[in-house]
């Protein structure tokens, strides 16, 4: 399995923007079919917000159409998360997520908060 490290969250103003990153080691990148983008917010169930496919495809979770953008840099072993226009009800844990067979991993999680 690969590690995941996430990195880019903290406290924002509702309106603004931050841009998450997650970097992969202990493998490359273009062997994982599927990275995605996962949060938990208090009280509730781990969504998937925004996943990419190896051949770039994209999908988002609803509420974040039109403000979020998944993107993934090959080289860097990275993949990112951009996040405008944020919402106090986008606060919550972001985890990074490698599957598709045989990878399973995540990482540890790095707190959004959007708050005024």
């Known amino acids: 399995q690969v590690q995941l490290m996430e990195s880019g969250g903290g406290l924002v103003h509702p309106g603004g923007s931050l841009r998450l990153s997650c970097t992969v080691s202990g493998g490359s990148i273009l062997r994982i079919s599927s990275m995605g983008w996962h949060r938990q917010a208090p009280g509730k169930q781990r969504e998937l917000v925004a996943a990419i496919s190896d051949g770039g495809g994209t999908n988002y979770v609803d509420s974040v159409k039109g403000r979020f953008t998944i993107s993934r840099d090959n080289a860097k072993n990275t993949v990112y998360l951009q996040m405008n226009s944020l919402k106090p009800e986008d606060t919550a844990v972001y985890y990074c997520?490698?599957?598709?067979?045989?990878?399973?991993?995540w990482g540890q999680g790095t707190q959004v908060t959007v708050s005024s």
């Open positions: 997520h490698a599957g598709g067979f045989p990878f399973d991993s």
